[in-house]
């Protein structure tokens, strides 16, 4: 049987990694993987995360199984923090998933279950994972213009123009805030216009969000989302926890689908249940369970909330101070796209060519289309990588 098999491509940003680690300089700057770290290089564990497990551990009195959804409050506490009050509880089925991509998996095979001829729509470029969920489950798939590298911003008028051609029933995947790859968002008042064309052709929002409070701060990056839900009898959302919260490892995330009432939602309550028994029968527990404690307890909320704005804004530092050491350098304002961006990407725009050349004079490590991970700069690096920028002529 396994003679079978056949290799698989390596992932890209893996390899990235480990080249990186086999470089010997000492001036080698990371900006590949896709994790927050702090201005030593760690990827810290919240204060407030910290506590919320102390006393989890010390209150805890078994391991059962919380059942296929997971435990309802992790639920609650979720749509409240991604939600608000847009759309009435009742309209809303939940599950808790292995992390924010067991979220789009579970997103996407509802999609298979319910609609197997439709498309889902991708924006280009966009998160890696996306189209290679979508093409080994074998779903149809098709591309929105998103990114123009070379103002490296939004291309509005390119979007909106593939979107007139999505048909009835189609699926349109919208990143809620801090696009990944490029850090180019959308405005509120672009999210109406693209809205309108999804009314009109009647297809179902797909929204994945996972960097609330990374870019302009928790009820900001929730605005978009909370726009769409309140436009639409059905949406789904894919939330994950593992950035805002900073438990990578725990896998934490939630697969939420707004139903048109509650007679739907209750439908797609047992569905959601399904998929869950089909693919691994009960979520985890722990990281669901340290988001709950923290996100319904004032004081931890408090603290978070805290930390999370430190990291928010600390992000927005290293991205003004590479906009201006950049315009320092060239004496131009071509760069200002770094600060305006949000999150923790930015795509600069460079050819491979040139990212192998920043890579192999300045020992500057970033995936192949130029994203840039701002988290893995410090107040140090930023020079580095702006000579370096300079250098290759990007």
């Known amino acids: 049987m396994l003679e079978n098999l056949t290799a698989r491509p390596a992932d890209k940003i893996l390899a990235l990694m480990a080249a990186y680690k086999a470089d010997p300089r000492t001036e080698k700057v990371d ?37 296929l959804a997971g435990d309802p409050a992790f639920g609650a506490a979720m749509r409240d923090l991604v939600l608000g009050d847009s759309v009435p509880a009742e309209r809303i089925a939940a599950i808790a998933t292995p992390g924010g991509t067991g979220a789009i998996r579970q997103a996407l095979e509802l999609i298979r279950i319910a609609a197997p001829q439709a498309t889902v729509w991708l924006s280009n470029p966009t998160w890696p994972n996306h189209p290679s969920i979508l093409k080994y489950l074998g779903m149809n798939m098709a591309e929105y213009t998103y990114f123009d590298s070379v103002t490296r911003d939004v291309n509005f008028d390119g979007m909106l123009a593939d ?10 995947l919208l990143h809620g805030c801090c696009h990944n790859p490029t850090g180019a968002n959308l405005t509120y008042d672009q999210m109406s216009q693209v809205i309108e064309i999804l009314q009109e052709k009647g297809a179902v929002p797909f929204i994945d969000i996972a960097y609330q409070g990374f870019g302009d701060g928790l009820d900001a990056d929730a605005l978009i989302t909370r726009q769409i839900a309140r436009a639409f009898d059905n949406v789904l959302i894919a939330a994950s926890c593992s950035k805002n919260f900073g438990v990578y490892r725990e896998r934490t995330g939630v697969l939420m689908a707004i139903a048109k009432d509650a007679d739907q939602q209750a439908l797609t309550q047992q569905n959601l249940a399904f998929l869950n028994r089909q693919n691994y029968s009960f979520p985890p527990d722990h990281g669901a369970r340290v988001v709950t404690t923290i996100l319904t307890d004032p004081g931890l909320r408090a603290d978070w909330e805290a930390e999370l704005e430190e990291t928010r804004n600390g992000m927005l530092a290293l991205r003004q101070q590479l906009a201006d050491e950049l315009k320092r350098l060239t004496n131009s304002d071509r760069f200002d796209f770094i600060a305006q961006h949000r999150g923790m990407f930015s795509r600069l725009g460079a050819t491979p060519e040139q990212v192998e050349e920043m ?25 580095i990588l702006a000579r370096a920028i300079v250098d290759a002529g990007v």
């Open 359 to 383: 890579r192999e004079t300045h020992g500057i490590y970033m995936v192949g289309d130029s994203r840039i991970n701002v988290a893995g700069l410090n107040a140090d690096s930023v020079p």
């Open 163 to 172: 979107l007139r051609q999505v048909a009835k029933g189609d699926v349109v």
């Open 31 to 67: 900006l590949g993987v896709g994790v927050y770290k702090d201005a030593s290089g760690n990827t810290p564990v919240m204060r407030a995360v910290k506590e919320a497990e102390r006393r989890i551990l010390a209150d805890q009195s078994t391991k059962a199984y919380t059942g």
